[in-house]
Structures are given as C-alpha cells and as structure tokens.
C-alpha cells in the first residue's frame, strides 16, 4: 500500500510472539484490551507453551484475529509468521512483557505519514519498570557493523557516531514498528538468528535497501520476564546463541568491509566480553558452580564454530565466475 496519508482507522497490524509467559502476556493483553492505541489486527505467534498461555489466549479471543502455533522457539522465524499473515501497512512487535502508554503509536504514525515511502521503521525509548526509577534500556541506539551496542545515547551523540559509515541506527524491539512492504522487500528476519541480534540485523538490512529508521520520545515499560533464554536479566542461558549469532553478525556484515585481521582481533574482543567476562561473572552474583560456568563457556565455544562456519559460507566464492554465491 502506498499512501500519502495514513487513513483512519488506523493500518496497523499488531504482532505478539509469545512463549511461555502466560503472567506476563496476560498483562498485556489487558492492557491492549483498554484501548490504548488503535490498530486493525491482532496476530499472536505462540511457540509452544507448556504453562497456562492457551488459557489466556482463550480469555482474550474477542481481541485476538488470528493465532498461529509454532513448534518452535525461534524469534524470527514467529516474527516471520506474523509478517506473512499481517495484512496492515504498519507492523508493531508488541514484546509480551511490555506495557505501552495511552497513545503508543501516534508519534510512530506520525513519520510513516510525513517521510512516506523512505520511512522503513520507527524505534522509541524503552524503560525497565522492574529496577528504581526505570532507567533507560535503550534511547536512539546504535550499533557498529560487528554488532557493537550504543544503547543509550543523546541525539548529538548518535549523530556523532552515525557520521561514520560503520555505526547505523538500531532499535529494541519492545518499541518499533516497521512498513510491512518493507519487511517483505529485504526478505523478513534471517532465521539463522533464533534469539538475539535480529533486530540489529533488520535495521541494517533495511538500511542498506533505502530505508531510515526514524526515532520517537515515546517510551514504553519494560518489565523483563524470564524466559528459556534468562533466569534474570544477568543469568542468561543462552550462550550458544549469543556466541553464534555475534559471531555469524560479523561475518555477515563486516567481513567485506573490515580488514580480515582487524575483524578477527575486534570479533574476540567482543566474544571476551559479551560472553566469556558475563558467564564468569554469575560466579559472584549468581554463586553459581564451576561445573554450570564451563558448560555456558563450552555452549559459547561452540556457538563461536557454528556461527564462524555459517558467516563464512556466505561468503563463498564460486572459483568459475569470481563472484560470491
């Protein structure tokens, strides 16, 4: 659809991916059922629960469209199912830990309105109600083409970085939308990322087809929940994907424009924080026990090799024709 305008009411599909958080989506379907922004459809993508999240979705079926059961734990691959089933110009994530504001997306629809077709996505700030003060998860974000994070930053120093071809704007999903046509242009979300950097990977990927990402002061709350993936918001479990994914991030986006050497020294730099320094830290906040640390730091390792095979075939080069596959 293409419009100068964006009608009322408005083209908005919502998409809810859930797994296992029956407390948490009840919650936010309350609060969708008390009219705090205006959409067309809602589409629940459920993975497969083994708590009450059948029940909660039978209590709001008035408001529910469509559901859509996966049989797997993959992010991208329900964000994919629900952008094939939205039928909207606009498509909102809505995180099924996330309580958004009266009005929520008035300002989002105010940049698909005013900046058109160029307009790929919209991002706000994001707050952590589960910590004093709520303090700032995320606010103008960007990331490097390694997959570095800015989270939070002021909208002089996001320029400032943004000034280099090798930092782009980023969102966290528990505030963005997207134009649907958009998504379905570059292909929807690589369902190699199953959980985490998906989100980096689309904006990006929606950058380098044209697109801007536009930024919003609306924030949402956050109340992160636990999940397959974290016990808390320190104590995650998911090591092998963050390994991998970080890993196969790298070698998707930088490995033509980094120097090899370069990306190699700065890729392990960032595997040694991002992984190795958090897993050793539950130590002492968690007491965890050497014998779980080395299986998150064997689960890491592996996920290192699987991304670093899957980053470099993307990069084959077919010998007969000097060009990449």
Not at 285 to 299: C, D, P, R, V
Request: a positive charge; one cysteine or more.
């Amino acid at each position: 659809m293409k419009s100068d305008s964006l009608p009322l009411p408005y083209p908005i599909s919502v998409v809810i991916c859930t797994v296992d958080r029956s407390q948490s989506l009840r919650k936010v379907l309350n609060a969708v059922s008390q009219g705090r922004f205006d959409f067309q459809e809602l589409i629940v993508v459920h993975g497969p629960s083994i708590d009450e999240t059948n029940y909660v979705l039978q209590e709001y079926k008035h408001l529910i469209n469509r559901v859509i059961d996966t049989p797997s734990k993959n992010v991208s691959i329900a964000r994919n199912l629900g952008l094939n089933a939205a039928s909207q110009e606009i498509l909102v994530y809505l995180d099924d830990d996330v309580i958004p504001p009266k009005d929520w997306l008035d300002s989002h629809l105010n940049f698909y309105t005013l900046q058109k077709e160029s307009c790929g996505c919209v991002a706000g700030p994001v707050r952590d109600k589960t910590k004093p003060g709520a303090p700032l998860q995320f606010s103008r974000g960007v990331n490097g083409l390694l997959s570095e994070s800015k989270p939070i930053l002021s909208e002089d120093a996001a320029k400032k970085y943004l000034s280099s071809s090798y930092w782009f704007s980023t969102v966290m999903g528990a505030n963005a939308s997207y134009r649907r046509d958009a998504l379905s242009e570059i292909g929807g979300f690589d369902e190699f990322f199953e959980y985490f950097l998906e989100e980096t990977d689309i904006c990006l990927r929606l950058i380098q087809s044209g697109y801007k990402v536009y930024y919003t002061e609306n924030a949402v709350d956050h109340y992160p929940a636990q999940s397959h993936n974290r016990e808390d918001q320190k104590h995650l479990t998911c090591w092998y994907s963050i390994a991998k994914n970080t890993t196969y991030f790298a070698l998707k986006h930088a490995f033509i424009k980094v120097p090899f050497s370069i990306l190699v020294t700065r890729l392990t730099l960032l595997l040694i924080y991002r992984c190795l320094l958090r897993i050793l830290r539950l130590k002492f906040t968690h007491n965890l026990s050497n014998a779980i640390l080395w299986q998150y730091i064997k689960e890491s390792i592996q996920g290192v090799r699987v991304g670093w095979t899957a980053g470099l075939a993307l990069h084959k080069v077919n010998t007969s024709t000097g060009r990449q596959k």
